[in-house]
């Protein structure tokens, strides 16, 4: 049995709570991501790892050291460091004469990889190359995603998947708009993935709303999809369930039309019309001989003789 697999007792209180962090829970913890450099990888190949990490920092890991590892071979060597660096996204580069500048941007579901995609870097602009001001580390970027590509064909559309899954950080319930100023933008045109990342400036407009500009900041990459190693519609459809829990509880006798509005059904008993109470009035009042006539046919009282 493997070291990673059996099961494991805490015998301190530090190894209990790094355990408990690793339990399965209803609201999962940020994905995070290791950056690993292939046996042969080049400069080109290590400085977009090293810009990638600078942008996803802190849900990032970056191996330093070479690991002689062939992903679409074999992929127990990225099974285990998921395991052991507890990551559920990977982005592998390498370089070699068949495959220059080569990345593999995957993902895991239960410690085994699910989707794998190879990219080629065809251009690369670094964030040093670029002289502008930087966003904070840890910053949420905004993902704009243009082209057909990505909605028509089955692996582009799990590519933007996958680029959703890598970069979109965590989950915040407020958002603030001085907040909103970093953009990740993929365009899929001709064959080829054109990665643009762009801070954005809130410029003074005469009024409540500011004036955006968009400045580049790098990194900026021209990609090109080589390999693809994607799940089956069974076990792609297993890693998007959701536990009971999260599902909201239905609601009976309540609908909802397209416009959103809600409408609720009351079950009530038959009422009885006749003896509906309604408003006194005196031209409502019924005379005495409709009287007479609903109680029988009975004579009215004679009046008193003067």
Same mark, same amino acid.
């Given at each position: 049995m493997d070291a990673l697999d059996r099961v494991v007792k805490p015998k301190t209180k530090r190894a209990k709570r790094f355990l408990e962090k690793r339990e399965p829970k209803l609201n999962e913890n940020t994905k995070n991501a290791m950056l690993i !450099?292939?046996?042969?990888?080049?400069? #080109?190949? #290590?400085?977009?790892?090293?810009?990638?990490?600078?942008?996803?920092?802190? @849900?990032?890991? &970056?191996? *330093? !050291? %070479?690991?002689?590892?062939?992903p679409f071979e074999d992929q127990t060597s990225l099974e285990? @460091?998921?395991?052991?660096?507890?990551?559920?996204?990977?982005? @592998?580069g390498?370089?070699?004469?068949? !495959?220059?500048?080569?990345?593999?941007?995957?993902?895991? @579901?239960?410690?085994?990889? &699910?989707? +794998?995609?190879?990219?080629?870097?065809?251009? $690369?602009?670094?964030?040093?190359?670029?002289?502008?001001?930087?966003?904070?580390?840890?910053?949420?970027? +905004?993902?704009? $995603?243009?082209?057909?590509?990505?909605?028509?064909?089955?692996?582009?559309?799990?590519?933007?998947?996958?680029?959703?899954? $890598? $970069?979109r950080g965590p989950t915040v319930p407020n958002i603030r708009l001085a907040g909103l100023e970093y953009v990740l933008h993929f365009t899929a045109v001709d064959g080829k993935i054109y990665m643009r990342s762009y801070k954005v400036l809130?410029?003074?407009?005469?009024?409540?709303?500011?004036?955006?500009?968009?400045?580049? +900041?790098?990194?900026?990459?021209?990609l090109v999809m080589r390999r693809t190693h994607l799940a089956s519609d069974d076990l792609y459809k297993l890693s998007l369930k959701q536990p *009971?829990?999260? %599902?909201?509880?239905?609601? *009976?006798?309540?609908s909802h039309d397209v416009f959103g509005t809600t409408y609720g059904r009351i079950h009530?008993? *038959?009422?009885?019309?006749?003896?509906?109470?309604? !408003?006194? +009035?005196?031209? &409502?009042?019924k005379r005495p001989a409709e009287k007479s006539a609903e109680d029988g046919g009975a004579t009215p009282k004679k009046s008193k003789s003067a």
């Open positions: !450099r292939g046996g042969n990888a080049n400069l #080109t190949v #290590t400085e977009v790892l090293k810009d990638i990490y600078a942008v996803k920092k802190p @849900f990032a890991v &970056l191996y *330093k !050291r %070479k690991n002689i590892t062939r285990f @460091f998921s395991k052991k660096s507890d990551c559920s996204l990977f982005l @592998f390498s370089h070699n004469k068949k !495959r220059p500048n080569n990345l593999i941007i995957g993902r895991m @579901f239960d410690y085994h990889v &699910l989707d +794998m995609i190879e990219l080629g870097i065809e251009k $690369f602009v670094s964030l040093k190359d670029v002289k502008n001001s930087k966003c904070p580390e840890g910053t949420k970027p +905004m993902l704009i $995603f243009a082209g057909d590509m990505f909605d028509v064909n089955e692996e582009y559309r799990r590519l933007k998947s996958l680029l959703i899954d $890598f $970069f809130l410029k003074k407009s005469g009024c409540k709303i500011p004036r955006i500009e968009l400045e580049e +900041m790098g990194p900026s990459l021209d *009971k829990g999260l %599902k909201p509880k239905k609601k *009976k006798n309540i009530m008993q *038959k009422q009885d019309l006749s003896k509906l109470q309604t !408003r006194k +009035m005196k031209g &409502l009042k």
